[in-house]
């Protein structure tokens, strides 16, 4: 065998890439995110938006898409319908999440302080990605020694996608929830 060039390219079938399964926050820095959250002036909606985030692991896009009527609070359920420009989500269907009980009492609270008598078609985080960009920007790093330290807009990406385990972990008073979805 000699070597030397091809005479031509070999076509190759394509091998689909593995999809990364991500980074998971573990509940220490689940806590530490929403407690720098609530430090964060003009931006109350913040810390609901992130709990939302870490209990149903919707996209950003989707959390400022959800509205009121999304929101099944007898059903113990949250309707990912949309994304925030009214569209429909990255995957294209609506996606059924279990709505925890802390995540439940949180968004019952969120909807007193924000707007008690919204229409069901109103927003639960009447804010845009830039707002949310700014927010997230002016959050501490930690409520700890490292307070000066920012958030970058990645980690904010990596926070509204790192829901899965934190959600079923974060309340041991929802056995219902665990046995769900996964």
């Not at 385990?165 to 008073?173: D, M, N, P, T």
């Amino acid at each position: 065998m000699s070597w030397g060039y091809l005479r031509e390219v070999p076509k190759l079938p394509r091998v689909p890439r593995a999809e990364s399964p991500g980074r998971f926050l573990s509940e220490k820095e689940a806590d530490a995110l929403l407690r720098a959250a609530a430090t964060v002036e003009d931006a109350r909606w913040l810390s609901p938006l992130l709990l939302a985030a870490l209990h149903t692991g919707a996209r950003r896009g989707e959390l400022l898409g959800l509205q009121w009527r999304d929101i099944n609070f007898e059903r113990k359920l949250v309707s990912i319908e949309r994304g925030e420009d009214g569209g429909p989500t990255k995957g294209k269907a609506f996606r059924p999440v279990p709505l925890t009980a802390v995540l439940a009492t949180a968004l019952r609270s969120w909807k007193a302080a924000s707007a008690s008598k919204a229409p069901a078609t109103a927003r639960v985080f009447s804010v845009d990605s830039r707002e949310l960009r700014r927010a997230w920007e002016r959050a501490p790093r930690s409520v700890g020694d490292r307070a000066s330290a920012r958030y970058t807009h990645g980690d904010l990406d990596a926070a509204t996608r790192a829901a899965s385990k934190i959600a079923y972990g974060a309340s041991k008073e929802e056995p219902d929830s665990a046995a769900d979805t996964g």
